[in-house]
């Protein structure tokens, strides 16, 4: 069975949002992920999963949030549009941070744990980020068993950085770099230009799809990337979405 996994770190509602949202909406409509983890969502009405979600009304996606410890109306969720979801639990990071995860039974008697997160983002606060992962980590392998786990999400965390090397060896692979060879040199900043953007730290890859597991990797891309003819100065989010598609039991 192939799925179709993303993660989005879709930058809430700064960065010129009136702009971007139908920017945003049809990235969104163009990855047309069976389940997507993203990051940085705003749940006060109208609520950002939904107007996402009405964006694919076909695929009858369910909603799973995890909101951040401090400010409540913010945080992350996974969108699932497959499968039936058996488990949808929390664990709490560090600095107001947390990891989400939903079971999914799938057809052909697969199961899949697809995880979602936003770790720490202060980049010269590395070992956060590998308190961060190694939790994560940890939790994921007591969950009980499926035949694929997958954890994505806005690590913000370049390749090199130790954290990085915490999901490798674990056993974890990156989709995007089983695909490709390498990580994709940039996945933050788009390039968006705004008054509020995040200018702290430089350009690098950010976000991931890991896999462990029986899944095979057909392939891996960067979706979200494109600015509106004349406009290089507007992209539907300040980060690149990361999309893997996975074939199940391989």
């Known amino acids: 069975m192939q799925l179709r996994l993303a993660t989005f770190n879709i ?20 990855i047309s992920a069976d389940i997507i983890g993203l990051q940085e969502v705003m749940f006060s009405a109208p609520r950002q999963d939904d107007y996402l ?30 499968g039936d979801v058996l488990a949808h639990e929390e664990l709490r990071l560090s600095r107001g941070r947390s990891v989400q995860r939903v079971l999914v039974a799938l057809p052909g008697q697969f199961t899949l744990w697809f995880a979602n997160t936003h770790l720490h983002h202060k980049p010269d606060e590395p070992e956060v980020r590998v308190e961060q992962a190694a939790d994560i980590v940890r939790w994921m ?6 035949d694929l786990v997958a954890v994505v999400g806005d690590f913000n965390t370049p390749p090199h950085e130790p954290a990085y090397a915490v999901m490798l060896a674990a056993g974890y692979r990156s989709a995007y770099a089983e695909a490709n060879g390498a990580e994709p040199a940039v996945t933050w ?4 230009q705004a008054p509020t953007m995040d200018t702290d730290g430089d350009p690098n ?43 199940i039991g391989q």
């Open 53 to 82: 979600s009405a964006q694919l009304p076909e695929r009858h996606y369910r909603a799973f949030t995890s909101r951040h410890a401090k400010y409540t109306d913010f945080g992350n969720a996974i969108l699932c549009g497959v």
């Open 141 to 146: 392998a007591e969950a009980p068993a499926a």
């Open 189 to 192: 900043p788009s390039g968006i």
């Open 205 to 247: 890859c950010l976000d991931y799809a890991w896999l462990l597991g029986r899944g095979k990797v057909a392939r891996a891309w960067v979706a979200a990337n494109e600015h509106p003819a004349g406009d290089p100065t507007i992209f539907p989010s300040d980060h690149f979405a990361v999309v893997a598609e996975v074939e």
């Open 11 to 30: 930058r809430n509602v700064t960065d010129r949002y009136d702009e971007r949202k139908p920017l945003l909406g049809a990235a969104f409509a163009a």
